[in-house]
């Protein structure tokens, strides 16, 4: 079992940056590959980034590649999402979420294939 609780989001103007944070506690989660989704007003929640158990492979959606960067810190149980230049199309609720171990390499951008999830933390971009 991983219990993850999100923190960082707020209210920031159109090209601004914002760091969310993801805290994780339960057993293994230094072998849980871990993702970022949103679900912005009246819409679908939709895949952001996602990296591996070890960082080094990561990926994005082709909205926020060259402005979101995810990264972990194993040691401290946390993963992160960097965001800059960001935009008003960004608002919405950010959710970290948590596949169970695996060691591949191979990412998942589909939410069905994570197995815990935040709460949820809500960014605003203002225009």
């Known amino acids: 079992q991983v219990q993850l609780v999100e923190s960082g989001g707020g209210l920031v103007q159109a090209g601004g940056s914002l760091r969310l944070s993801c805290a994780a506690s339960g057993r293994a989660y230094s072998r849980n590959p871990m993702g970022w989704f949103r679900q912005g007003p009246a819409k679908e929640r939709e895949f952001v980034a996602a990296?591996?158990?070890?960082?080094?492979?990561?990926d994005y959606a082709d909205s926020v590649k060259g402005r979101f960067t995810i990264s972990r810190d194993n040691a401290k149980n946390t993963v992160y999402l960097q965001m800059n230049s960001l935009k008003p199309e960004d608002t919405a609720v950010y959710y970290c979420?948590?596949?169970?171990?695996?060691?591949?390499?191979?990412?998942?951008?589909?939410?069905?294939?994570?197995?815990?999830w935040g709460q949820g933390t809500q960014v605003t971009v203002s225009s």
């Open positions: 979420a948590a596949r169970l171990p695996s060691c591949s390499s191979i990412l998942r951008k589909a939410g069905e294939d994570y197995d815990y």
């Open positions: 990296i591996n158990w070890s960082g080094g492979n990561t």
